[in-house]
């Protein structure tokens, strides 16, 4: 997936680590999503391809927020689930759909599945977690294309998946 010339939407983007990926492969604007007020990187605040769209629940996304159709959106999203946010994401793009999104089991699973301090270790719950979301992903009327173990493991030590989905 090349980002160059494309409307990008970074969701849960907290301090911009993935909206500053996108900048650095050539998207022509980032809007940065996130809950949260005060925590994107000023550098990336400053930039002016970057539309900074904070005290902003994703799940509610419209064209008011995002009044661009978009090419490419990445989710990073805490304390919520994917099946949350997928739709509302998915309706603001334009001819594709594109979305490379984490999957963190501990937001997926029910919490009796989830060990105390949030952290996932069983792989059968990994797998569980990684189903449940392309389970979201059919019932949106989108499409798996893959799934891999993010390099990055969360802050508590969590394996996280990265899945892209497209129309």
Known sequence: VDPA?????DVGCSTGGFTDCLLQHGA???YSVDVGYGVLDWTLRSDERVVVRERTNARYLTEQEIPEPLDLGVI????ISLHL???PLAALFGQEVR????VKPQFE???EQVARGGVVRRRELHARAVAM????VRGAGLRCRGVV???VRGAKGNLEFLMYITS
């Open 99 to 102: 979305i490379i999104s984490l």
């Open 28 to 30: 022509a604007r980032v």
């Open 109 to 111: 699973l029910p919490r």
């Open 133 to 136: 979301v392309e389970e979201y």
């Open 76 to 79: 990073d999203a805490s304390f």
């Open 149 to 151: 173990e993010s390099p």
């Open 85 to 87: 946010l997928l739709e």
């Open 5 to 9: 010339g494309w409307i990008c939407a």
